[in-house]
């Protein structure tokens, strides 16, 4: 048998940790560290110097020390920063002062410095310092083209360091006009425009002050320039403004790009097309398949040179899929917009399960009957297996298509003492579980995460088991997700709370697995937690929800209840009940409308009937459409170790999702 968790209280952890002898003579002070965090956001720098001082002996002094020489990194000389480096070899805040450190020297252009430091970065996870890299491996003479054309097309806001890179490579002729043109197209379809003006203006300056008018306002830049001229900047031009017109008012500027396509060369023509039909598809429109079909038609017919002139994302893309599974006319028209679409995506984007599996389909709906189709059949059967084993979404999808059954990972070998003491020894986790434990979460999953750094499925076993023991959810969770060979379900599907929350739920009538799931993504467990939108507690409910259902249940509420474990848990149980009510108990449907609000879903059901995985592959909100899908894998995972269902996705999400029959009660409209 595995070794049981052993609960200890979040709140009770500084305790626990200062009881240490090796910290105990410390003397801890842990005001001290959190009024220090305190002045680096009003950037007091004489309150940080004297933080430094009185902090020397807390096990968090280092934090203390990287923010007071962070706060003045402008004016700092490099002899700080190296002793800086030597005092905390190895620790997180000398690899995220290198970070800091290496921009400012970019801003500085100390090619000499940076050159020299670079090397030393081991997160090497900021595009802006990779950009800089790349323009000083340029100026040793190095081939840096397809790097520096990859790093500055990922970046989607305007910075010093891709901006630098990509005036310098222009320059040198390295890039080219084609390059700043997809760039801002990219930007464009992405809503970055001051990328897309800096981009343009890499063309010509005119070209930049043409593409801050059409930003601002493409109707009247394409009604004064009701042609396309020669100069190749114009064809541009008015497809970016096309562009920017399909995000503002997808109908407005479908008339536009049926005027304006066919004075375009033709792969600005089914770019103008692709950008239509996905701005159509955000908003669900009927009319996003027919769009994508003109732009494809065109697209098909180009020779490959041509068509990699003008590209189309692997976002315009996904959209493409999107759009013929929810509005393509025919099943025929259907598969061969979504297979083209994958087919024509990324090597990397084509991994992703969520694509692997609809091609899959594709080649299944577009196969031919007999021995014909068969070896399109065998292919689409290999592409479901390939995915079958993950633990997501799809896997399951793909595995219950192949008429298997969803299996629960068998637990791995319990851990050994010297495991588990390593995890306990590892300073960095220490110094993150203390900084999660004094409110510094964000330090804190920063410190935790670094501290992942190169472990192996034992190791990261070991630590997820200090923060399932410390009741760190996220981070219990989060960190046994990382295990590829040993996967231990108890920690990544963890039941903190459970005689309150079976309870509750049952009470009124839920599936407990299924609140399993939906609070596992909403907070991870952590009864504390508030959104950026003020979502609060366990279930991440908002105030106003929070003391409308509060009435509803009779329950007289104060702002403060909304952080009560066991009130919280209760408010978000009673409303996810309502809500999954209203919807005719889809749990697809109850789950968007929890994250998103009830409205949105009501407008998203509306239009053709579609399987659910169709459905939830539509909704225009990434955050929404990633909630779903992992709330119902959630709880296909839970309702397995609850015992109460056998793992099966498809069963959780029923048949389909359409509009509301005409016999079914009306929709609760007071539902927040």
């Given at each position: 048998?595995?070794t049981?968790?052993?609960?200890?209280?979040?709140?009770?952890?500084a305790a626990?940790l200062l009881?240490?002898p090796?910290l105990?003579?410390q003397?801890?002070?842990h005001q001290a560290?959190?009024?220090?965090?305190?002045?680096?956001r009003?950037?007091?720098?004489?309150?940080?110097?004297e933080a430094?001082?009185t902090?020397?002996?807390h096990p968090?002094?280092q934090?203390?020390?990287?923010?007071?020489?962070s706060n003045?990194?402008?004016?700092?000389?490099?002899d700080?920063?190296?002793a800086?480096?030597a005092?905390?070899?190895?620790?997180y805040?000398?690899?995220r002062?290198?970070n800091?450190?290496?921009?400012?020297l970019?801003?500085?252009?100390d090619?000499?410095?940076?050159?020299?430091?670079?090397?030393?970065?081991r997160?090497n996870?900021?595009?802006?310092?990779?950009?800089?890299?790349l323009?000083?491996?340029?100026?040793q003479?190095?081939?840096?083209?397809d790097?520096a054309?990859s790093?500055?097309f990922?970046?989607r806001?305007?910075?010093d360091g891709?901006?630098l890179?990509?005036?310098?490579?222009?320059?040198a002729?390295?890039?080219g006009e084609?390059?700043?043109?997809?760039?801002?197209r990219?930007?464009?379809?992405?809503?970055?425009?001051r990328a897309?003006?800096e981009?343009?203006a890499l063309?010509?300056?005119?070209a930049?002050t043409a593409a801050?008018?059409?930003?601002?306002s493409?109707?009247?830049?394409?009604?004064?320039r009701p042609g396309?001229?020669?100069?190749?900047?114009?064809?541009e031009?008015?497809t970016?403004a096309?562009l920017?017109?399909a995000?503002?008012d997808?109908d407005a500027?479908?008339?536009?790009?049926?005027e304006r396509?066919?004075?375009?060369p033709?792969?600005l023509a089914a770019?103008?097309?692709?950008?239509?039909?996905?701005q159509?598809?955000?908003?669900?429109?009927s009319e996003a398949?027919?769009?994508?079909?003109?732009g494809w038609?065109?697209?098909?017919?180009?020779?490959?040179?041509?068509?990699a002139?003008?590209?189309?994302?692997?976002?315009t893309?996904?959209?493409?899929?999107?759009?013929?599974?929810?509005?393509?006319?025919?099943?025929?028209?259907?598969w061969?917009?979504?297979?083209?679409?994958?087919d024509?995506?990324s090597?990397a984007e084509?991994?992703d399960?969520a694509?692997?599996?609809?091609r899959?389909r594709?080649?299944?709906?577009?196969a031919?009957?007999?021995?014909?189709?068969?070896?399109?059949?065998e292919?689409?059967?290999?592409l479901?297996?390939s995915?079958?084993?993950?633990?997501?979404?799809?896997?399951?999808?793909a595995?219950?298509d192949?008429?298997a059954?969803?299996?629960?990972?068998?637990?791995?070998q319990p851990l050994s003492k010297?495991?588990?003491?390593?995890?306990?020894r590892?300073?960095?986790?220490?110094?993150a579980?203390l900084?999660i434990?004094?409110g510094?979460?964000?330090?804190?999953?920063?410190?935790?995460?670094?501290?992942?750094?190169?472990m192996g499925?034992?190791?990261l076993?070991?630590?997820a088991?200090?923060?399932c023991e410390?009741?760190?959810?996220d981070?219990?969770?989060n960190?046994?997700?990382?295990?590829?060979?040993?996967?231990d379900m108890a920690q990544?599907?963890?039941?903190?709370?459970?005689?309150?929350v079976v309870?509750q739920a049952?009470?009124?009538g839920?599936?407990?697995?299924?609140?399993?799931?939906?609070i596992r993504?909403e907070?991870?467990?952590?009864?504390d937690?508030?959104?950026?939108v003020g979502?609060?507690?366990?279930?991440?409910?908002?105030?106003?929800?929070?003391?409308?259902?509060a009435r509803?249940?009779?329950?007289?509420?104060?702002?403060?209840?909304?952080?009560?474990?066991d009130?919280n848990?209760?408010i978000?149980?009673a409303?996810?009940k309502?809500?999954l009510?209203d919807?005719?108990?889809?749990?697809a449907?109850?789950?968007a409308?929890?994250?998103?609000?009830p409205?949105?879903p009501r407008?998203?059901r509306?239009?053709?009937?579609?399987?659910?995985?169709a459905?939830?592959e539509n909704?225009?909100?990434t955050?929404?459409r990633?909630?779903?899908?992992?709330v119902?894998?959630?709880a296909?995972?839970?309702?397995?170790?609850?015992g109460s269902q056998?793992?099966?996705?498809?069963a959780r999400?029923?048949?389909t999702?359409?509009?509301?029959?005409?016999?079914?009660?009306a929709?609760?409209q007071e539902l927040?």
């Amino acid at each position: 048998m595995r070794t049981p968790i052993r609960w200890l209280p979040a709140a009770a952890l500084a305790a626990a940790l200062l009881a240490a002898p090796a910290l105990r003579a410390q003397s801890a002070d842990h005001q001290a560290v959190l009024d220090a965090r305190e002045a680096l956001r009003k950037g007091n720098k004489a309150q940080l110097a004297e933080a430094r001082g009185t902090t020397q002996q807390h096990p968090l002094a280092q934090w203390v020390q990287y923010w007071e020489l962070s706060n003045r990194l402008g004016s700092a000389q490099a002899d700080e920063v190296e002793a800086f480096y030597a005092r905390w070899s190895g620790s997180y805040v000398e690899d995220r002062l290198r970070n800091d450190w290496l921009l400012e020297l970019g801003r500085r252009r100390d090619w000499a410095a940076f050159s020299a430091d670079y090397p030393r970065f081991r997160m090497n996870d900021d595009r802006e310092v990779l950009c800089y890299h790349l323009l000083t491996q340029h100026q040793q003479g190095l081939d840096v083209r397809d790097a520096a054309r990859s790093a500055w097309f990922a970046q989607r806001d305007a910075d010093d360091g891709c901006q630098l890179l990509a005036q310098t490579l222009v320059a040198a002729g390295v890039l080219g006009e084609a390059d700043a043109w997809q760039k801002a197209r990219l930007a464009v379809e992405q809503g970055r425009p001051r990328a897309a003006r800096e981009a343009a203006a890499l063309v010509s300056p005119a070209a930049g002050t043409a593409a801050a008018e059409l930003l601002a306002s493409p109707e009247r830049y394409l009604k004064r320039r009701p042609g396309v001229s020669a100069e190749p900047a114009s064809a541009e031009l008015a497809t970016l403004a096309l562009l920017r017109l399909a995000a503002k008012d997808p109908d407005a500027a479908a008339d536009a790009v049926r005027e304006r396509a066919p004075k375009l060369p033709p792969p600005l023509a089914a770019y103008a097309w692709a950008g239509l039909g996905k701005q159509a598809a955000l908003k669900q429109s009927s009319e996003a398949a027919g769009y994508y079909q003109r732009g494809w038609a065109l697209r098909q017919d180009l020779p490959a040179a041509k068509r990699a002139a003008a590209p189309w994302s692997d976002d315009t893309l996904a959209w493409q899929v999107r759009a013929a599974l929810r509005s393509a006319p025919s099943p025929e028209e259907r598969w061969a917009l979504v297979g083209g679409a994958v087919d024509a995506m990324s090597p990397a984007e084509q991994q992703d399960a969520a694509w692997v599996y609809w091609r899959a389909r594709a080649l299944q709906g577009r196969a031919k009957p007999g021995p014909e189709g068969d070896a399109d059949r065998e292919l689409a059967r290999q592409l479901l297996e390939s995915i079958s084993g993950q633990m997501n979404f799809y896997g399951k999808l793909a595995t219950e298509d192949l008429g298997a059954k969803v299996a629960i990972p068998a637990a791995p070998q319990p851990l050994s003492k010297a495991e588990r003491e390593a995890a306990q020894r590892h300073a960095g986790l220490q110094r993150a579980l203390l900084l999660i434990a004094i409110g510094l979460r964000n330090e804190g999953v920063r410190e935790w995460n670094f501290s992942l750094r190169g472990m192996g499925d034992r190791e990261l076993l070991a630590a997820a088991q200090l923060a399932c023991e410390r009741e760190v959810w996220d981070r219990c969770i989060n960190t046994s997700d990382r295990t590829r060979a040993e996967v231990d379900m108890a920690q990544r599907f963890p039941m903190p709370f459970r005689k309150q929350v079976v309870a509750q739920a049952r009470d009124i009538g839920l599936d407990p697995a299924y609140v399993y799931g939906l609070i596992r993504q909403e907070s991870r467990f952590i009864t504390d937690a508030r959104s950026g939108v003020g979502a609060s507690g366990l279930m991440q409910v908002m105030p106003a929800t929070a003391k409308w259902t509060a009435r509803k249940i009779g329950i007289e509420f104060r702002p403060e209840m909304i952080t009560d474990r066991d009130l919280n848990l209760k408010i978000g149980t009673a409303y996810l009940k309502l809500v999954l009510d209203d919807f005719g108990g889809s749990q697809a449907l109850a789950a968007a409308a929890y994250n998103a609000g009830p409205g949105r879903p009501r407008r998203w059901r509306e239009g053709p009937t579609l399987e659910v995985a169709a459905w939830a592959e539509n909704i225009p909100f990434t955050e929404t459409r990633d909630y779903v899908k992992k709330v119902l894998s959630n709880a296909t995972y839970y309702g397995s170790l609850l015992g109460s269902q056998p793992p099966s996705l498809k069963a959780r999400m029923g048949g389909t999702i359409g509009p509301r029959e005409s016999g079914a009660p009306a929709s609760n409209q007071e539902l927040p």
